[in-house]
């Protein structure tokens, strides 16, 4: 349920995708078009200004124009009327050129075209008659009726000369010429402020350049503006041309600032799509692992649950389900006692549980029994964890639950072949032994006979004198006789067939059963075998017939092993202490050695002791160390061996002596 929700979040429809994108492009076209609105606000705000500032120019230069104009106007009404004299007249014309730098020269004349009076002195050329040239040279003067302009440049010094005619109702007066020097005219009449900032020309009709003013440098022809200037019969421009270059996209403040916003824009989507792309990728992983761990559960054997700590049942695999044959819906949220709880185990199962609440946790886990749903009990072998969350905090325990039924049946199995195993090694141990057996028992019975016959023959000559000797001969008669029947019985004993049975036992008693057999096969192999039984040891519980084997098996091979050393060398000993056991602190084993003198083990040897039919024997079968060391740990103990620091080898077996008592009260 949980993956499913997870892989519908990955693929997300279209749209949603689709709409951040479409507004981030929206946002980046208006960023890129902002700075560019703003630059062509202000290159259109700056020509505006400049058209306004060249209207404003333009106004005070036909301003000043006008006024000189009227002002020179006044003076031909004051010659025409007659009241000032030609002296006075002079001296005005000569003040106000003189006040006003761009008047060149100024001339009054009468009626007939004669001059008055100027500002020139008489002496050079005629001033008068050059403003009269420059006049008529202009086709427009010849009618001197009319105002009438023109300009003529002279060694690249433009001059505008106008000539203001004055009339009294229709009949013409007098006439006023006055010669204006252009660039001074400029120079004057521009402000400053607007010469630091603009070109300002002033062009005749062919474009051609008359007077100019760039007090800041050269115009860049950016921002451009274009005035005509109204004179009579005479066309003159106003040309600005301004000194600001375009407006600079980056110096701009507002474009900085998106400029700015636009890369942080950038730069955030790029860390969000990375953050995006991780939380992806860990999303990802998180629905592997997910799936990976319910792959993992469901192909589990092994049942597992959870539980809180009040005992509920938080969780349930599907093997645990099929195990005991109940549902997970039936199972989970139960609290004790749970529906696969055997009745007669329930005190069992709640002292556990009351344990483990305590924190006491069987590493090696514990085996109980189970009933499945249809009543069925069934051995099962369960280990707890401790279930802890993020913080650290324990929740809860998990626990895996293994189904030991068919394992048990298995080891039931082994256990019905191991001893079939044992039977036949028996069988085999006594086949060898039957031959010694017989020369063994060939001593006693020859023996029992020569004792007999020396009795017969005492009885024959039957005096007092031999009494004696005759007790002597029958008590020794009767001793041979007993130790051939205690070879026949422990031989019998050994071979005989027998179910596995456990029971306690002395091992000074067992030792004692096997010593005749042990002394038959030494003393053919003229070993000397010394003993050393510690007093009082206490008893195991085990299967005595297997023991016996083990030791006979163990005593078989340290007498083999030292069949090519010297007589003086050939001494095996047999030794039973009582040790504290190395696996389970607070309890105590038996530990039992068989040592030897003989050629010891190579380490080829060594490294295939204990697998089955491994022999370096001609007629060895190879099989009886391992079945030793499965009898020995058949009995929780362990078989071992090392090398006799005298030469030859130390085999020894432990048997815990208190671990089977439980055993011992369920038997
Ligand atoms: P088998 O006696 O039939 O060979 P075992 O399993 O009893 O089978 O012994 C396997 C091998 O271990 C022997 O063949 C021998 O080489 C070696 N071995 C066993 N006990 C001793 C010992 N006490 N000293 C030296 N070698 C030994």
């Given at each position: 349920?949980k993956?499913?929700?997870?892989?519908?979040?990955?693929f997300?429809?279209?749209?949603?995708?689709?709409l951040?994108?479409?507004?981030?492009?929206?946002?980046?076209a208006?960023?890129?078009?902002?700075?560019?609105?703003?630059?062509?606000?202000?290159?259109?705000?700056?020509?505006?200004?400049?058209?306004?500032?060249?209207?404003?120019?333009e106004?005070?230069?036909?301003?000043?124009?006008?006024?000189?104009?009227?002002?020179?106007?006044?003076?031909?009404?004051?010659?025409?009327?007659?009241?000032?004299?030609?002296?006075?007249?002079?001296?005005?014309?000569?003040?106000?050129?003189?006040?006003?730098?761009?008047?060149?020269?100024?001339a009054?004349?009468?009626?007939?075209?004669?001059?008055?009076?100027?500002?020139?002195?008489?002496?050079?050329?005629?001033?008068?008659?050059?403003?009269?040239?420059?006049?008529?040279?202009?086709?427009?003067?010849?009618?001197k009726?009319?105002?009438?302009?023109?300009?003529?440049?002279?060694?690249?010094?433009?001059?505008?000369?106008?000539?203001?005619?004055?009339?009294?109702?229709?009949?013409?007066?007098?006439?006023?010429?006055?010669?204006?020097?252009?660039?001074?005219?400029?120079d004057?009449?521009?402000?400053?402020?607007?010469?630091q900032?603009?070109?300002?020309?002033?062009?005749?009709?062919?474009e051609?350049?008359?007077?100019?003013?760039?007090?800041?440098?050269?115009?860049?022809?950016?921002?451009?503006?274009?005035r005509?200037?109204?004179?009579?019969?005479?066309?003159?421009?106003?040309?600005?041309?301004?000194?600001?270059?375009?407006?600079?996209?980056l110096?701009?403040?507002?474009?900085?600032?998106?400029?700015?916003?636009?890369?942080?824009l950038?730069?955030?989507?790029?860390?969000?799509?990375?953050?995006?792309?991780?939380?992806?990728?860990?999303?990802?992983?998180?629905?592997?692992?997910?799936?990976?761990?319910?792959?993992?559960?469901?192909?589990?054997?092994?049942?597992?649950?959870a539980?809180?700590?009040?005992?509920r049942?938080?969780?349930?695999?599907?093997?645990?389900?099929?195990?005991?044959?109940?549902?997970?819906?039936?199972?989970?949220?139960?609290?004790p006692?749970?529906?696969?709880?055997?009745?007669?185990?329930?005190?069992?199962?709640?002292?556990?549980?009351?344990?483990?609440?305590?924190?006491?946790?069987?590493?090696?886990?514990?085996?109980?029994?189970?009933?499945?749903?249809?009543?069925?009990?069934?051995?099962?072998?369960?280990?707890e964890?401790?279930l802890?969350?993020?913080?650290?905090?324990?929740?809860?325990?998990?626990?895996?639950i293994?189904?030991?039924?068919?394992?048990?049946?298995?080891?039931?199995?082994?256990?019905?072949?191991?001893?079939?195993?044992?039977?036949?090694a028996?069988?085999a141990t006594?086949?060898?032994?039957?031959?010694?057996l017989?020369?063994?028992?060939?001593?006693?019975?020859?023996?029992i006979?020569?004792?007999?016959t020396?009795?017969?023959?005492?009885?024959?000559?039957?005096?007092?004198?031999?009494?004696?000797?005759l007790?002597?001969?029958?008590?020794?008669?009767?001793?041979?006789?007993?130790?051939?029947?205690?070879?026949?019985?422990?031989?019998?004993?050994?071979?005989?067939?027998?179910?596995a049975?456990?029971?306690?036992?002395?091992?000074?008693?067992l030792?004692?059963?096997?010593?005749?057999?042990?002394?038959?096969?030494?003393?053919?192999?003229?070993?000397?075998?010394?003993y050393?039984?510690?007093?009082?040891?206490?008893?195991?519980?085990?299967?005595?017939?297997?023991i016996?084997?083990?030791?006979?098996?163990?005593?078989?091979?340290?007498i083999?092993?030292?069949h090519?050393?010297?007589?003086?060398?050939?001494?095996?000993?047999?030794?039973?202490?009582?040790?504290?056991?190395?696996?389970?602190?607070?309890?105590?084993?038996?530990?039992?050695?068989?040592?030897?003198?003989?050629?010891?083990?190579?380490?080829?040897?060594?490294?295939?002791?204990?697998?089955?039919?491994?022999?370096?024997?001609?007629?060895?079968?190879?099989?009886?160390?391992?079945?030793?060391?499965t009898?020995?740990?058949?009995?929780?103990?362990s078989?071992?061996?090392?090398?006799?620091?005298?030469?030859?080898t130390?085999f020894?077996?432990?048997?815990?002596?208190?671990?089977?008592?439980?055993?011992?009260?369920?038997?």
């Amino acid at each position: 349920m949980k993956i499913k929700t997870l892989s519908s979040q990955r693929f997300p429809t279209t749209l949603p995708w689709m709409l951040p994108i479409v507004l981030v492009l929206l946002f980046v076209a208006v960023l890129i078009w902002l700075p560019w609105q703003a630059q062509r606000m202000e290159t259109n705000e700056r020509q505006e200004q400049l058209i306004a500032d060249t209207l404003w120019v333009e106004q005070a230069l036909q301003f000043q124009l006008n006024r000189h104009q009227e002002s020179l106007s006044n003076i031909a009404e004051d010659f025409a009327s007659g009241k000032v004299s030609v002296e006075v007249l002079k001296a005005r014309l000569n003040l106000y050129a003189t006040n006003n730098h761009e008047i060149g020269e100024l001339a009054l004349w009468d009626v007939r075209d004669k001059l008055v009076a100027s500002n020139i002195e008489s002496g050079t050329k005629s001033p008068p008659n050059s403003l009269i040239e420059a006049l008529q040279s202009n086709a427009n003067f010849t009618q001197k009726l009319h105002k009438a302009s023109c300009v003529k440049s002279q060694q690249q010094v433009a001059t505008l000369y106008c000539r203001f005619p004055l009339f009294r109702d229709t009949t013409y007066l007098t006439s006023v010429t006055v010669s204006y020097r252009l660039q001074t005219l400029l120079d004057e009449t521009v402000p400053w402020w607007f010469a630091q900032e603009n070109e300002i020309s002033l062009l005749d009709q062919d474009e051609k350049i008359l007077a100019k003013r760039a007090a800041a440098g050269a115009g860049k022809n950016v921002y451009t503006h274009n005035r005509a200037l109204d004179f009579p019969q005479l066309s003159l421009s106003l040309h600005t041309n301004s000194t600001k270059a375009e407006p600079k996209l980056l110096s701009n403040l507002l474009v900085v600032s998106v400029v700015l916003l636009s890369l942080g824009l950038v730069w955030s989507l790029i860390a969000l799509w990375r953050d995006i792309n991780r939380r992806l990728q860990a999303e990802g992983a998180l629905r592997k692992e997910a799936m990976f761990r319910a792959a993992m559960e469901n192909s589990l054997i092994t049942g597992l649950r959870a539980r809180d700590m009040e005992g509920r049942l938080t969780y349930v695999n599907p093997s645990f389900c099929k195990m005991l044959g109940f549902p997970a819906e039936e199972l989970i949220g139960k609290l004790p006692p749970m529906p696969y709880w055997a009745p007669e185990e329930i005190t069992e199962y709640e002292n556990r549980f009351a344990q483990i609440l305590t924190g006491t946790v069987q590493p090696e886990g514990f085996e109980t029994i189970y009933q499945r749903a249809n009543g069925e009990r069934f051995p099962v072998l369960i280990y707890e964890s401790p279930l802890v969350d993020e913080n650290g905090k324990q929740t809860g325990w998990m626990s895996s639950i293994l189904d030991v039924s068919e394992l048990k049946r298995a080891q039931e199995l082994s256990r019905q072949q191991e001893e079939k195993l044992h039977q036949n090694a028996r069988l085999a141990t006594m086949g060898e032994m039957a031959s010694m057996l017989a020369h063994e028992l060939n001593q006693p019975l020859a023996a029992i006979s020569s004792y007999a016959t020396g009795a017969l023959n005492i009885l024959k000559q039957s005096d007092q004198v031999n009494t004696l000797s005759l007790t002597d001969a029958l008590e020794k008669t009767t001793q041979q006789a007993q130790r051939a029947a205690q070879v026949i019985r422990s031989v019998h004993q050994f071979v005989k067939k027998r179910e596995a049975s456990r029971a306690l036992f002395h091992i000074q008693t067992l030792l004692q059963s096997v010593m005749p057999l042990i002394a038959l096969q030494a003393q053919s192999a003229h070993i000397h075998v010394q003993y050393q039984i510690d007093p009082d040891l206490p008893e195991v519980f085990g299967d005595q017939v297997l023991i016996e084997q083990v030791i006979l098996n163990l005593t078989r091979n340290a007498i083999e092993a030292m069949h090519d050393v010297a007589y003086a060398k050939r001494q095996m000993q047999i030794h039973a202490h009582l040790i504290a056991d190395p696996h389970l602190p607070h309890s105590r084993s038996l530990l039992v050695q068989v040592i030897d003198q003989g050629h010891g083990i190579a380490p080829e040897v060594a490294e295939q002791l204990f697998s089955p039919f491994f022999s370096t024997k001609a007629a060895g079968m190879g099989m009886g160390l391992n079945i030793c060391r499965t009898a020995i740990e058949f009995h929780g103990g362990s078989l071992k061996y090392r090398a006799n620091p005298a030469g030859g080898t130390v085999f020894e077996f432990t048997l815990p002596c208190d671990a089977h008592k439980d055993d011992l009260h369920k038997e």
